[in-house]
């Protein structure tokens, strides 16, 4: 299967420090941050790729590395054969920009309260000179809303509608690639299952690929074919949906599986998820789970597992077996 979009070791580290003042006062050294470490995966054409994981754990810096908003610090990101980061021709990483939309968490903060929604969802189009002519109009129906809301405002719609909006909004420029940061977290659930189904038929319909970027599993089991797991910005686990839902191997997504709330299991005692994220500018040595890890033993200290074949899976653990 042909991978549109190739991740290559891909590492994003954020300058923290206090002013240059303080640090020579204080005697402080530079404090880095390391976001994302070394993250390697491919997304399948017509696929949904999903990235999992705790808060702080690099999912939405991956997805605006990916988009662009963000230059990576070190690594590559390569869609349709063009790597964005290196690639010499301008014109040519223009025009795949244009084939990568997004989709963000909040859908009111992301929409212009001054714009109509006409001009919010023909924007993509207008700003690459195209002819939007009654473009907004056509794709308000096709996400299921009316063609006359092309001329209310953003405060005009409840929560569900206006992430509608930015779905039509997406896809206005035909992208091939739709990079969804949370994009149900804000709404209840029951609209929650609406925008989730409109984005699965435009799918099928469209062929079109989604890295989907969330933390809520019952969603992930819904929407995606290929999963990643990611700790304090490094990926421990990789594998297609069913396979990790029915044997995750790292005890990372096992202890997430384990916190989830599920519909069949009222009454059941589960234990808390043990410890805190550690400080991601002073992370632990070897791998960065084994404080928190109850089958650490003292290589996981000193080394750090590298992301392996383990049966249909990749596992960054010492410990798993196929």
Known sequence: MTALVRIRHLTRVFDVSKPWLNRVIERLPKALLTAVSDVTFDIPERQVYALVGESGSGKSTIGKMVVGLLPPSDGDVEIEG???????????????????????????????????VRDIVAEPVAAQGGETNGLAERLLEQVGLSAAD????????SGGQRQRICIARALASEPRLIVCDEPTSALDVSVQAQVLNLMSDLQEKLGLT?????????????????????????????????????????????????????????????????GEIPDPINPPTGCAFH??????????????PELRAVGPARVACHLADA
């Open 150 to 157: 092309a001329g209310k405002y953003p405060h005009e719609f």
């Open 210 to 274: 989604y890295l989907f970027i969330t933390h809520d599993l019952a969603v992930v089991q819904h929407m995606a074919d290929r999963i990643g797991v990611l700790y304090l910005g490094r990926l421990v686990e990789e594998a297609a949906a069913e396979e990790l839902f029915a044997r995750p191997r790292h005890p990372y997504t096992q202890m997430l599986f384990d916190a989830a709330p599920r519909m069949d299991a009222f009454g059941r005692e589960v234990d808390p998820p043990k």
């Open 82 to 116: 063009v790597n964005l980061a290196s690639e010499a021709d301008k014109a040519r990483v223009a025009e795949t920009r244009s084939h990568i939309q997004m989709i963000f968490q909040d859908p009111y903060a992301s929409l212009n309260p001054r714009w109509r």
């Open 291 to 304: 404080p928190r890890c109850p089958i650490a033993v003292d290589r996981c200290l000193e080394e750090r």
